[in-house]
């Protein structure tokens, strides 16, 4: 298993041996802690947790604290004890794995472990929109744009029956929040790695904004 925690730098455009000019999205990922490790017989499933984003440990919560191993309770006192060797972390992410116990707690990942010409899955969260109406949101044509119409071009027209279920069906295409969701783009293709800077380039777009969470894996559709 292939997998790591990054967030997205930006596009750019890489030229390639043939001299064709391809779009590329940057991504800095890693180092990665693995800060659990899960197995069928004490969790029900193979996984492997990774912890991306040293942060203050003051910025994190007890619990948070006390799973990644920075406190020892003694009687009423608490101090710090890296037991695990994992920094404070911002960001946990769990990572489906057959090959779970070939890992330890306090390994580190990097970028090293993905080459050019690899394919990987890209998953992060959309930009959100806010409040959308059906023609942005699902891409509704709206109603007619002659033959008297002025207030009507944009709307979803008639949502249910006035008799039979006399109701609106769960799951209409409606207007409303648009965006922020989970989402990813598959089977995109490694370009170039840089792991002095923990750079990877990825060919084509990936999900989010500028400085966006997101987690590369293998691709599932290989």
Do not use: W
């Amino acid at each position: 298993m292939k997998g790591l925690l990054g967030v997205k730098v930006g596009m750019t455009q890489i030229i390639d041996d043939d001299g064709v000019v391809q779009p590329a999205t940057i991504i800095q990922a890693g180092p990665c802690f693995v800060t659990q490790v899960k197995m069928t017989k004490a969790d029900g499933y193979d996984a492997i947790q990774l912890g991306y984003g040293e942060v203050k440990e003051k910025r994190l919560t007890r619990p948070e604290r006390g799973h990644l191993g920075l406190l020892k309770t003694d009687g009423k006192h608490s101090h710090r004890k890296a037991s695990k060797g994992i920094p404070a972390v911002r960001h946990l992410r769990e990572f489906r794995t057959r090959s779970a116990g070939d890992y330890k707690v306090g390994q580190i990942l990097t970028v090293a472990q993905f080459e050019a010409g690899d394919h990987v899955d890209v998953i992060g969260r959309s930009k959100g929109r806010g409040f959308a109406g059906v023609v942005k949101r699902h891409g509704f044509s709206g109603g007619p744009k002659t033959h008297g119409q002025s207030d009507r071009q944009r709307a979803p027209g008639s949502i249910g029956a006035t008799s039979g279920m006399s109701r609106v069906i769960k799951g209409l295409k409606m207007a409303g929040r648009m965006g922020n969701e989970r989402v990813t783009s598959q089977n995109i293709e490694v370009v170039r790695i840089d792991p002095e800077r923990n750079l990877i380039a990825v060919k084509g777009s990936v999900p989010g904004d500028k400085g966006g969470l997101v987690m590369i894996r293998d691709a599932a559709k290989g």
